[in-house]
């Protein structure tokens, strides 16, 4: 897990099942009742992979275009799922970190927060779950 500089968030980026495997090595405790992370994290990857190739083909379809198009465009394996944790942020009306180093949760006095900055995402589509 790592802590991002500039956003007040702590993340994983995982590229692959495999990368699930390396990186989330952590076990479940015996006699929990829960099954073991890496396990869940490669079940809903591909879950998420079968999503995509419904959400490719759907648009292929929308744009009169063969079915398979774009799924098969997206035949190697670039998918990257990206697990966010973002704090709680402090109450109205106090400012988080400063605003001139980038490290703010931008809350102006009775404002609302602003938990995700203005940026781009890469890549043919983005599913936000």
């Not at 879950?47 to 648009?59: F, G, H, P, Y």
């Not at 998918?79 to 942020?89: D, E």
């Not at 106090?94 to 938990?115: H, L, S």
């Amino acid at each position: 897990v790592n802590d991002h500089p500039t956003d007040p968030k702590l993340y994983l980026m995982l590229g692959s099942v495999d990368e699930i495997a390396t990186k989330c090595k952590k076990k479940t405790a015996k006699g929990t009742g829960l099954e073991d992370p890496a396990t869940v994290l490669a079940t809903y990857w591909e879950a998420l992979e079968r999503v995509k190739r419904q959400v490719l083909t759907c648009i292929a379809v929308g744009l009169k275009l063969e079915a398979t198009y774009f799924v098969k465009l997206h035949s190697k394996n670039r998918s990257a799922l990206r697990l966010l944790h973002y704090p709680t942020p402090p109450p109205t009306g106090k400012k988080g970190v400063d605003n001139d180093d980038n490290k703010t949760n931008n809350t102006e006095p009775g404002g609302p927060t602003i938990r995700c900055k203005p940026h781009s995402d890469y890549g043919s589509i983005t599913l936000l779950l």
